[in-house]
């Protein structure tokens, strides 16, 4: 991990993750917890895949926001289940999308970013769940 003067919160490449100086400055509660969700996210796009740049970045950064989740380190300001205007808007607005759809086949999050290795396309829904994501959305907003 690296800690950078650099804009922003922070991005992983080449298996490093760059952290701003400026953002850790800047956080107000409790640090060792929001970091640990930073790290959790960007450790994430470190191992997921990303159908070799075919998948929307809302969903690369919702399953990133996902694990993040999962983990236990959601911030306060995120959005409430059900909020958001599309299944890809991203980050935690997908992240809670994603957690409705693993609620509806547990393991639903692991098995569509191991569809991902070699590409992606919208049909990986229904495969996993029967339904295309748009009637998953749907339903998901409904509830």
Known sequence: ?????MDGIAY?????IHVGARYIQGITGDVKTDIAGVLY???THIWQWNGNGQAPRGLIEGIADYVRLKAGYAPGHWVQPGQGDKWDQGYDVTARFLDYCNGLRD??????????RDGYNDGFFVDLLGKTVDQLWAEYKAT
Do not use: Q, R, T, Y
């Not at 991990?1 to 003067?5: K, S």
């Not at 992983?12 to 490093?16: D, H, I, K, L, W």
């Open 1 to 5: 991990m690296f800690i950078d003067d």
């Open 12 to 16: 992983a490449v080449n298996n490093e």
């Open 41 to 43: 996210h960007e450790m």
């Open 107 to 116: 393991g639903f999050v692991a098995d569509l970013n191991k569809k991902m």
